[in-house]
């Protein structure tokens, strides 16, 4: 198993910064690939960065040029860096993480508690 723990959410004003982090720890082993979703009141859950084991990355359109999602191997951690936060970026930011069971494709993905983001003057 793998367990995820979030922080860094907080309220913010427009055009501001905040980085998020997800420390992962357990059968870290068996990560294959991790990221962060985010959803918004009333919308269903969006992907917004992915990462793979291999370090590749392919942000969603909405935040491209913007949020980068640095990692820290050493740490177990990833981050989602956000800048020129904008008022539709609040939502709950769910990190997120693929394992896949060593000599099979049973894979499972887990998820962090979430933590909320609110970009609001």
């Known amino acids: 198993q793998v367990q995820l723990v979030e922080s860094g959410g907080d309220l913010v004003q427009p055009g501001g910064s905040l980085r998020l982090s997800c420390a992962a720890s357990?059968?870290?082993?068996?990560?294959?690939?991790m990221g962060w979703y985010r959803q918004a009141p009333g919308k269903q859950r969006e992907l917004v960065a992915p990462?793979?084991?291999?370090?590749?990355?392919n942000n969603a359109d909405s935040v491209k040029g913007r949020f980068t999602i640095p990692r820290d191997n050493a740490k177990n951690t990833v981050y989602l860096q956000m800048n020129s936060l904008k008022p539709e970026g609040t939502a709950v930011y769910y990190c997120?993480?693929?394992?896949?069971?060593?000599?099979?494709?049973?894979?499972?993905?887990?998820w962090g508690q979430g933590t909320q983001v609110t970009v609001s003057s």
């Open positions: 990462i793979t084991r291999g370090g590749s990355t």
């Open positions: 997120y993480a693929n394992t896949v069971k060593p000599g099979t494709s049973f894979s499972l993905r887990y």
């Open positions: 357990g059968s870290i082993f068996s990560i294959n690939g």
